[in-house]
C-alpha cells in the first residue's frame, strides 16, 4: 500500500469515527429532550456523566442533582414540549465543545385555561467520551426570548383520534420507545367530515365563556 493511499484511509477513519462522534452526542440531545417532556428522571440521569455540571440559571451545581430538582418542578406543569436544534461541534479528543439553540414550550394550567410559557436560548455545553459513551460535562444555559401566550387546549374533544398526550409515559410505555410497533401501525378508521368542526366549535366557546 502506497503512502498516499495509506494517509488517504487514515484522513477517512477520522473523518469517519468524527461522524459517528456527532450522531452520538445528537443522539444525547434527544435523549434530554425526551426525558424532561415525559419527565423521565432516570433517562434524563443518563444524558450526563455523575460529576457533569449543569447551570440553568434557576439551579447550578451537579447534574444529576439538577434533573432531582427539575422534574418535580416539571410534573407540576400539565406539559412540555423541548426542541433542541442547530447544534455545532468542535472536538478536541474524547472532548466536544457544541452550542445549540433551544426551544421549549411550558403549559401552564389555571382557572381561565392554559398560558403557554415560550422559552427560547442556547445551550454551551461540553461533552465527554468514556468507556466509548458520549454524556454532557458541563452544560450552561443562554436565554434569549421569553413569550407568554394565552391558549385553548385543543387535544380534548376536537378530533375524533386514539392520540393522547404522552407526559408521563416512560420506558416501555412511552410510544417513543417501541421503535417496531410504530412501523407496524396501521390505524383503520374512518376520516373526519369535517375537519374544522372542532376549531370552530372551541372557538365560538371561547368568545361566549
Known amino acids: 500500500m502506497s503512502e498516499a493511499l495509506e494517509r488517504r484511509l487514515a484522513a477517512l477513519e477520522a473523518e ?7 450522531e452520538a452526542i445528537r443522539e444525547v440531545i434527544h435523549r434530554y429532550c425526551q426525558a424532561v417532556d415525559r419527565c423521565d428522571l432516570e433517562m434524563l440521569k443518563s444524558c450526563y456523566h455523575p ?3 449543569d447551570d440553568h440559571g434557576f439551579f447550578a451545581g451537579n447534574a444529576h442533582a439538577f434533573a432531582e430538582y427539575v422534574i418535580p418542578c416539571l410534573r407540576r406543569i400539565d406539559s412540555s414540549m423541548h426542541s433542541i436544534t442547530n447544534t455545532r461541534f468542535r472536538f478536541d479528543g474524547d472532548r466536544c465543545a457544541t452550542t445549540s439553540q433551544w426551544s421549549v414550550i411550558h403549559r401552564l394550567k389555571h382557572e381561565a385555561g392554559f398560558t403557554d410559557f415560550w422559552h427560547q436560548g442556547r445551550y454551551l455545553d461540553v461533552w465527554e467520551k468514556r468507556d466509548g459513551e458520549w454524556k454532557l460535562l458541563h452544560r450552561v444555559m443562554a436565554s434569549d426570548l421569553d413569550r407568554w401566550i394565552e391558549t385553548t387546549d385543543f387535544r380534548s374533544g376536537m378530533l375524533d383520534s386514539p392520540h393522547q398526550p404522552l407526559r408521563g409515559c416512560r420506558g416501555a410505555e412511552d410510544p ?3 421503535w417496531f410497533d410504530v412501523l407496524r ?4 378508521r374512518a376520516g373526519m367530515e369535517d375537519l374544522w368542526a372542532g376549531f370552530r366549535a372551541l ?7
Open 16 to 22: 469517519l469515527a468524527e461522524l459517528r462522534d456527532r
Open 51 to 53: 460529576d457533569g455540571y
Open 176 to 178: 417513543g420507545n417501541r
Open 185 to 188: 401501525h396501521r390505524p383503520e
Open 203 to 209: 372557538s365560538a366557546a371561547t368568545r361566549t365563556g
